[in-house]
């Protein structure tokens, strides 16, 4: 074998191992990447059910339900299109109608999301990115000064 060969061939070993290397890494964070939707996006978007994602939008007006122990109910809304949220737990301090948040969890086989955390605005002028991106494109007229 000429010494040209042998770098070929050493070169086509090295790439070969470099793309399973890369394969395996993004096969191992597939479960770890979850994609920020608004609620126009998941009408649009055939998302399958169970798929973890994280859904943002503004707490709707008159939305907010309370059941059993800590299980709440309220709808996230990009002013174009509603998703109905449901969440067990202690819900943050500034979670209120009409406020930014973002949630995160499983979109549910009857469309209901099924959420595992919530996060809500920390202060009147601050609004998630995402959040604040979602509702310019649905046109909401109050989306949010980014600091």
Same mark, same amino acid.
């Given at each position: 074998?000429?010494?040209?060969?042998?770098?070929?061939?050493?070169?086509?070993?090295?790439?070969?191992?470099?793309?399973?290397?890369?394969?395996?890494?993004?096969?191992?964070?597939?479960?770890?990447?979850?994609?920020?939707?608004?609620?126009?996006? %998941?009408?649009?978007?055939?998302?399958? !059910?169970?798929?973890?994602?994280?859904?943002? &939008?503004? @707490?709707? #007006? =008159?939305?907010?339900?309370?059941?059993?122990?800590?299980?709440?109910?309220?709808?996230?809304?990009?002013?174009?299109?509603?998703?109905? %949220?449901?969440?067990?737990?202690?819900? !943050?301090?500034?979670?209120?109608?009409?406020? &930014?948040? @973002?949630? #995160? =969890?499983?979109?549910?086989?009857?469309?209901?999301?099924?959420?595992?955390?919530?996060?809500?605005?920390?202060?009147?002028?601050?609004?998630?990115?995402?959040?604040?991106?979602?509702?310019?494109?649905?046109?909401?007229?109050?989306?949010?000064?980014?600091?």
């Amino acid at each position: 074998m000429t010494r040209k060969q042998r770098r070929s061939v050493l070169i086509g070993v090295c790439l070969a191992v470099l793309g399973l290397a890369v394969g395996l890494v993004l096969f191992a964070l597939e479960d770890s990447i979850v994609f920020f939707y608004s609620p126009s996006d %998941v009408s649009e978007k055939n998302l399958k !059910p169970g798929q973890r994602i994280r859904l943002g &939008g503004l @707490v709707e #007006e =008159g939305s907010v339900k309370r059941g059993e122990n800590t299980t709440v109910q309220f709808t996230v809304t990009d002013t174009a299109k509603t998703v109905s %949220v449901m969440y067990t737990g202690v819900l !943050p301090d500034l979670f209120r109608e009409g406020q &930014g948040v @973002v949630t #995160e =969890g499983r979109l549910g086989s009857d469309g209901v999301f099924v959420a595992d955390s919530v996060l809500a605005k920390h202060d009147e002028n601050y609004m998630p990115p995402e959040v604040a991106d979602a509702l310019k494109r649905a046109g909401h007229p109050d989306s949010g000064e980014q600091n």
